[in-house]
C-alpha cells in the first residue's frame, strides 16, 4: 500500500480496499465519506459481442464476490455522520441496504444514474 496522492487535507491510498481500511481503522482515523465501486456479480456467458468484448465476462474478480464482508469496515472507519455510498447493480442494492441496517447504517436515499449509452446486456 502507498500514498498515491496527498496534500493538506488529502490522502489517496493505492491499495487493496480492504488492507486500507483496516489500516486506517487500527491508527485510529476517522473519514467523512467512502464511495466504493465493489463488483457487480454480473459476469455471465452469453451470445451478445460489442466492443471487441464477448459477452458480459468481466473476469474471475466479477464472480462470487461477497458483497457484504466489506461493508462491516466501512462502518467502524466513518464518522458518526458520514455517507457511504455503493454503485452496483440495481438486483443487488436491497440486499446491500439490509446488510448496511443489520449492522448500524441509516439508509437515507437510493440515487439512480441512467446512462445514455449502456452496455447492452441479454
Known amino acids: 500500500m502507498e500514498i498515491y496522492y496527498q496534500n493538506e487535507s488529502t490522502k489517496i ?3 487493496d480496499c480492504l488492507d486500507v481500511m483496516r489500516y ?3 491508527n485510529g482515523t476517522k473519514v467523512d465519506a ?3 465501486d465493489p ?3 454480473i459476469s455471465r456467458k452469453n451470445n451478445f459481442t460489442t466492443m471487441g468484448r464477448s459477452g458480459i465476462d468481466f473476469g474471475e474478480w ?3 464476490f461477497d458483497l457484504f464482508s466489506y461493508i462491516d469496515e466501512v462502518f467502524k472507519l466513518l464518522n458518526k455522520d458520514g455517507s457511504f455510498i ?5 438486483k443487488n442494492l436491497g440486499d446491500i441496504a439490509r446488510y448496511a441496517e443489520s449492522i448500524g447504517f441509516v439508509i437515507k436515499d437510493v440515487l439512480r444514474i441512467e446512462k445514455t449509452n449502456p452496455m447492452p446486456r441479454k
Open 62 to 64: 466479477d464472480k462470487e
Open 24 to 26: 486506517l481503522i487500527n
Open 86 to 90: 455503493v454503485f452496483n447493480d440495481w
Open 39 to 41: 463488483p457487480y456479480n
Open 34 to 36: 467512502v464511495i466504493t
Open 13 to 15: 491510498y493505492n491499495g
